[in-house]
């Protein structure tokens, strides 16, 4: 199977795990692998078709090798995934802790993946649900219903695989829904989303305002996820997630060391990180700075037996 190369070399420090690893959706992510020479592998559906990247970094730049229909576009693309169109310099930050994150991640780029789909998916599946739940049903739609990733067939593609395209997904069962543990609502708007889905993908062009209001003019797409989505598809670096569980508490106590943050409080106190307020977020997340936690974590419900 031949093989399409290119390379590219970040101006300044670059981490390339902290960079795409938000891309992955858990650890068993079926189109996201971590190799153990240090590789990324990425599987992906893009306008000229299916398409596996692998990353790795060399000599200062980033080296990537592409296969199947979709290679060309992957790496006509593949600055923008880095974070070429990113400026971490733009980010000025005010608060001690942020300013320390700042310092100790310096390699953090926002990546932009400009597949719209790639990314709203997944996050309307992990609307109201665990991660682990949410991981769990997008790796078992993968393996059930996407296809096998192009790629060596000795390597790490030949156990990934490509998200099925717009018409698959509108043609699973809704049994097929069930035994994933999604629930109707999310699926309708799954099914909603991938009707309408070339015009979704024109959002990865647009600017965050525009993005956001056609990825919500679907039901069932609001705040949380469009931003979830953007941030990946469009290196959206102002999408603050509202409506999150755990984020506005771990915000609030990050930057003021009081419990029981909410949205209007969170939106608060990052407003001088306006344009950059999803970076001010990664950044504090990478911190490592929580508030204890009180209660335990939520159960992972099983929808089989229903």
Known sequence: ?????????????????????????????????????????????????????????????????????????????????????????????????????HRRNPGLRLARTGLVLESLIPSILEQKVTSDEAYRAWRLLLQRFGEPAPGPADGPAARMRVMPDPRTWALIPSWEWHKAGVDAKRSSTILRAVRVAARLEEAAAMDETRAAARLQAVPGIGPWTAAETLQRSNGAADAVTTGDLHLPKIVGYALTGERGTDDAGMLELLAPYTGQRHRACRLILLSGVTPPRRAPRFSVRDFSGI
Not at 5 to 24: E, F, H, I, K, N
Not at 53 to 75: E, F, I, Q, S, Y
């Open 1 to 101: 199977m031949a093989t399409a190369t290119r390379s590219w070399a970040p101006p300044g420090p670059y981490d390339l795990d902290r960079t795409l690893r938000v891309l992955a959706r858990g650890p068993g992510d079926p189109a996201f692998r971590a190799a153990p020479d240090g590789s990324l592998w990425r599987a992906s559906r893009t306008p000229a078709g299916p398409g596996t990247l692998c990353l790795t970094v060399r000599d200062g730049a980033v080296h990537g090798r592409a296969w199947g229909p979709g290679a060309a576009w992957l790496l006509e693309t593949l600055p923008t995934l880095l974070g070429a169109e990113d400026d971490p310099a733009a980010f000025v930050p005010r608060h001690r802790l942020l300013a320390e994150a």
